[in-house]
């Protein structure tokens, strides 16, 4: 309660100052107003508001349980039968990667109404459920389902008697990551659809009125509405598991820890990767036929290869693509490194001084949720609509997700190793170059293979909002010019970079981890 | 029970031991393992062979144990009793059964060296589960499982959750569950293992204890060799690369064992000679 009570008071200590600095024009009234500004321009549009957040809450929840549904049958179906998951990883690992603002401008295109919307709630809240559930559900004490087999149980006894209950705080922590992850999906498929309310549709409204207080209003609500979800489903968590910090770890890992066994022989593994390899664009192929959409709009791989490469102006689609990319993905990658690099920084520095870590560890975990739309108009208020802007985004969506899984990565390290090196001696920054760094490493790729997908996403969602510059802005006018082609090559490219990153960071990771017990 | 045949030959020598008469009667075999191999592909495609051609018999009412040193295949032999894992050649039959058959029917109860209990389950739900699993009714059986916990000691403790207790009250636990389908076959691996000498100590008189209530067939996988002989009627010693068996060892002395024993000359006669037998047949 006394915890409750300095939090509180923690908040409105920071809002008294911010009140003040905003009153005393050191924050330029015009960037960052007062609170109460914000408070008191909610106030007068709060009917504006409640319809707003309600059209973009209802479109998030359906999108919510739908994917949380499929993911969880998914989950269930994969630790029955591996060799299905192991086929699907290909899609799995898209679905990690892919930008989900290109399928968002895809789905608007080919649908009207809140389905663009629910859809990519469901595609967002997909992955996080998924692996969070199919962790939960693989990780048993294996006596235990010894135990089960030994009075005949079969795998459909096990999943009953150990599984399911065993992976419940996994999934838990899935759906807490879920949760604002389905609002992101739900404003994103706003944006371009035309759709009357909802938080994007308002956002989108407000950035050419330079009304500060109403935009960091909309990115408010929006947070306010995603750290509700998360708490919802943080409490659940503590009160199934009593720890909340641990199992964080599962709902944010990327597809990496989803094969640690091996399956048949080296053939059967090469087919197998083959077909994993091929799935998603047998989807692809597949789903607009089995959708019934449009082919003139829902163009399939074999559209989008003739679109780059053999048709008349292919020429030119293929320069504007790469001019694209090649404005995109500097600052991209620039964003991650240098997110990644401060969230090391920072969770090291947090072993050298703990009380730092118990102050930003906290504000983290709710940050790293907030819906990266939300925190793009702020930054557009202080950064202007330049790269300056875009960096920021960029670093900020890299940065809280990397400093939790590298802090708890750090917390990690085997004490008796530390004990080891205080034996010679208190010498903290030893210990942490000897021991903490090195037993961390695996944990810094980790972090990198999870943000390094948000990070174009970040870029993208910056282009597309402020600077109208690269693959944003290129999604972004395709699809008011209804060229059809080249939104699904941009989402095509965006997704073949995504996941060119995920690979790469695999294969450094493996280079400088090699011989290590994994 | 107390007349079986198998046991009046092979656990007690002390009382008339191998008489004409006695030997006539053929003893029932529970457990046959025949000429049994057992390999694994190790991670760089290498052929493991964790046990070689092993043959032996385990009779009704025998207590048995088997010790070697780690990588002996003692587990895995263990495993296949359990119908955990398949031989790849040769044969093991329970009861003239195959052990996936007598397991199915809930005759054999196993304890691990971890308790592997559900946390989420409390001490009676835990060990109430290989009832739940065989689709049998809990409520009539609530009763037995009441005795079966205040036999290991815990009672007071029925709805206590696993996180709640000790290691050695866990692994109690875990013994009520082994028991509560009433077995007719006992495998235990390494059950004390994690627990420290003192403890152990006290876990094997009670072990005993239980053991003699219904002479229950029972295999216990050891490497202390101190547990082996004080609990075992008949101890099987194995050799690592490959895992085999090489010397089974009848242990005589009358039941019930008491604490005077670990101190008794002969106990150590017993113990220095399997170990010199553990250790490659040396001279100790």
Known sequence: MTRLLRTALAILVVLALWEAAARAGVLGGRVVPAPSGILFDWWTQRADYALHIAATAKAAALGFLIGNGVAILCAVLFILAPSIERLSRGVTITLFAVPAITIGQVLVVAYDGIVPQVALSAICVYFPTMVATLIGLREIDPRASDVVRVYGGDSLCILRYVRLRAALPGLLAGLKVAAPA???????????????????????????????????GIGLSATAVAALGYAIFALGARRVLGATLSVTLAANSAPDRLGSYRLGRPGQRVLMAIGALALPFVVWWAAPRILGLNPIIARDPIDTFHYLALDNGAATARAALLSALSSTLPAAGLGLLLGLAAAFLLASLSVLRPELARLLLPPSLVLQTMPLVALTPMIVLIFGRDLAAMLAVTITVVFFPAYVTLAQGFSLTPPAALDVVRCYGDRPVKSLLLVSVPFSLPYVFAAARLVAPRALLGAMIAEFLATGTGLGQLLNASRGQLDYGMIWATAFASVVVAILAYQAVGLVERLATSGRES | MGADPGRALIASPSNGSSSPATAALAPTVDVLVDHVEKSFVANGGKVVTALDKVSTTILRGEFVALIGPSGCGKSTLLRLIAGLDEPTEGMVRVRSESPKTFCARGELGIVFQDPALLPWRSVRHNVALPLEVLGRPVKPAAAHIQSLIEMVGLKGFEDALPGQLSGGMRQRVAIARALVTNPSLILLDEPFGALDQILRRTMNLELQRIWLRE??????????????????????????????????????????????LFSDPKFHQRCDRLASLLHGGEEH
Request: charged share 15%.
């Open chain 1, 182 to 216: 389905a609002l992101l999906g739900a404003i994103l498929a706003e944006f371009g659809s035309g759709s009357r309310w909802g938080l994007g549709t308002f956002l989108l409204g407000s950035l050419g009125q330079a009304n500060a207080a109403r935009l960091w």
């Open chain 2, 215 to 260: 002479l229950t067939t029972t295999l216990l996988v050891t490497h202390a060799i101190e547990e082996a002989v004080f609990l075992a009627d008949r101890v099987i010693v194995m050799q690592a690369n490959p895992g085999r068996i090489v010397e089974e060892v009848i242990i005589p002395f009358p039941r019930p064992r008491d604490e005077s």
